[in-house]
Structures are given as C-alpha cells and as structure tokens.
C-alpha cells in the first residue's frame, strides 16, 4: 500500500504541478517530506523523501545545482520539487539529463504552491496508508486465528484467503493434487477497495509461497490477486495461510497415525 509519487501528483496540494525530468521514477514511494534551503541537504537527507524547495543557495551557481542531482540521485530520494520563477528561472539542461539517465523525478511547482499544505497533505495519506496496513493485518490476524481455534481445514482457509486478499487461491499437494481452491466473493471485493483506496489499478498480481512440514515442501499455496498489484499485507496472508496449512497437514498425519495404530491392534486381536 505504498504512497507513490505518481498518486501524490494527483492530489490538489500538487495539481498544478509538472514533472520536467525523471518520469520513469514517478512508482518512488514517499515516506517523509522536507524543505531544502541550505546547499549541504545532502547529508541530512533520508531514503523514500520528497524534498521541496525554492531554488534559493542555487539562484548563482547552475554548477552547484547540477552537482545536487547527481548526489541526489543516489540517495535514493523519491524525488525533488522546485519552486521556478522566484529565484531559479529555469533548470539547467544538464541537471535535467542527468535527473533523466537515473529516473530521478524533477517536479516544477508553480509560484503560488504553499510548502506547508505540501507537506500536510503527503504527511496526512503517508499517516493515514500507515493505520489502513495495521488495520488490514490485524483483520489477517484475527481471521486465521480464529481458523485454527474452529478447526479450520484446507478449503476454509483457501476462502479466507481469497476474501482477505481478493484473489483467486489454489492449495496444491506435491502431487499436483488441488487440495482447495478459492474465489473471492464479489461483494468483498467493495470492502477491499475501502481498506486499500480505488486507485485504478488493473494489474493483477501472483504470489506462490511452499508449505513446509518437517523442513519438506508438502504443497503450495498460489494467489492470483484481481485488479491490483501484490502489496506486503498479502505477502503477510499467504505466509499466515502457509501455517495454517502446514498445522492441518500435521494434524491430518497425527491422525492417519492414530487410525493406523488402532487398525495394528485390532489386527492382532482378531
């Protein structure tokens, strides 16, 4: 559930705004905002942070703006806004291509554009994503603890999982035999959209993750999720679900062994 810079861009605090370089780099998530004025920002920034500033410590030196970008760049900033026409007219060309060659996002603001409702604005979605993936795993959380305490099997769990994630589940022996598959019901799909946000995504995303059993892969478990990329709360569900599936395996083995144990005696009885 990243907060990209491509999301924030659509946001009224930057509607106005422009991307003049690094357009390949806009997926960059934002996790902190910042106002650079002083020319040594470089050793007090921090990764995944939009630094906003109006040009100023490089009104007279084009050079030393050019040498931002490349330091910049390999900061692993998710990109840097400048307010134009106040004290830079223009950016250099050379700053633009280099900013270009590392994808490193170069947004033009407008004079009018207000740092303070900048930063309250990302800050507010970055705070408000934060609580929404909390909220999620905790929902993972309780729904896979309360399948172990009712006993859950193979097929509740693959439903539990298509509803939590909105995907499409298979849990596969190492047979290649489908032990449950699972679609998600559609009126969840609603309740999704409400957690994650309707950002118009339409890649679906896959994840496969090994169910072990005494350090042996017994089967696997695939999701196929509809209408979005994978994000790390579904990574937390299929891990969540893997362990279900692995304590049923154990469960189903303890009692094969019990029904054959019983099976042994009354061999010998009879």
């Known amino acids: 559930m990243a907060f990209t810079l491509s999301e924030a861009l659509t946001m009224e605090c930057l509607k106005n705004a422009r991307v003049i370089a690094g357009k390949q780099g806009l997926y ?3 996790r902190f905002v910042n106002v650079m004025e002083v020319p040594d920002i470089v050793d007090w920034v921090s990764e995944d942070e939009f630094l906003l500033t109006t040009g100023y410590p490089f009104k007279d030196s084009s050079t030393s703006f050019v040498d931002l970008i490349k330091k ?7 990109g840097l806004a400048v307010k134009t026409r106040r004290f830079l007219e223009g950016l250099p060309e050379e700053a633009i291509n280099i900013a270009n060659k590392f994808n490193f996002p170069i947004i033009e603001l407008p004079p009018d554009a207000h740092f303070d409702k900048i930063i309250r604005d990302l800050l507010a979605e970055v705070i408000n994503r934060d609580y929404l993936i909390i909220k999620r795993t905790e929902q993972i959380h ?3 603890t309360s399948l172990v305490l009712s006993g859950g099997e193979f097929q509740e769990v693959a439903f539990a999982l298509a509803n939590l994630c909105y995907a499409r589940v298979q849990i596969i022996n190492v047979f290649d035999e489908v032990l449950a598959e699972a679609e998600p019901q559609k009126e969840r799909n609603k309740n999704l959209e409400n957690i994650l946000g309707n950002r118009g995504e339409t890649e679906n995303g896959f994840i496969q993750r090994p169910v072990f059993l005494n350090n042996e892969i017994f089967a696997n478990i695939t999701m196929n999720i ?7 709360e579904d990574i937390v569900a299929i891990e969540r679900a893997a362990t ?6 154990l469960k189903k083995q303890a009692a094969a062994e019990v029904e054959k144990n019983i ?7 009879l």
């Open 142 to 144: 309780q729904t896979f």
């Open 244 to 249: 279900i599936v692995a304590l049923v395996l």
């Open 72 to 78: 910049l760049s390999g900061k692993k900033l998710t």
């Open 226 to 232: 509809l209408g979005r990329s994978v994000e790390s």
């Open 28 to 30: 960059r998530e934002i």
């Open 263 to 269: 099976v042994m005696i009354f061999s010998m009885i």
